[in-house]
């Protein structure tokens, strides 16, 4: 659990920096990336060493699309973007870290304290499946559902078409917006 709560500070926090430097909203997709409508503007990656006790050591890893010129991101799969092509702004990557260490801190600090339960609000805020259709995609399998929640552990909370809850967890998982009729 203490894993994943670092990988969601980190995608808040992400999210809220660049807001607050270029007023551009990114939309959290479960469970490590950030989009802006249908195009990935950045991606998480985390790695920790765990003991008994729990987290040794965590290393946390955020792939940003800053100042990318249009014609440079094209054809990259999934579709992507920066924050350039999204507000016409160049930002200074200095003061967009600094801002992101803030709101970092912040948020962290909230989560250290017990906030958690405001933290899971601004995350369910920003997420951009849940209440939606979603196909999840495992072990070559593929399941249509709605995405409903994210729990204390990190993992997806999803309906299928019979009213049953599934838990997804992160591995090895693929998930897309299901087309809307």
Known sequence: RQAFVLTM???????????????????IKWPNDLYVGERKLAGILTEFSLQSEGIE??????????????????GIAPPATSILVETGMRVDRTALLIQLLKSFEKSYGNV??????????TWNERSMILGKDVIVSSK????Q?????????????????????????????????????
């Open 9 to 27: 500070v980190l995608a808040v926090s992400a999210g809220q920096a660049i807001e607050e430097l270029t007023g551009l909203r990114s939309m």
């Open 57 to 74: 050591y965590g290393v946390l890893g955020l792939g940003l699309n800053v100042n990318w010129e249009p014609g440079e991101i094209w």
């Open 112 to 121: 250290k304290s017990g906030e958690i339960d405001s933290f899971y609000r």
């Open 140 to 143: 070559g399998q593929r399941i």
């Open 145 to 181: 559902a709605r995405a409903q929640k994210i729990d204390l552990d990190g993992a997806l909370v999803i309906v299928d078409s019979e009213g049953k809850e599934k838990k997804i967890v992160s591995a090895d998982v693929s998930i897309r917006l299901a087309k809307t009729r």
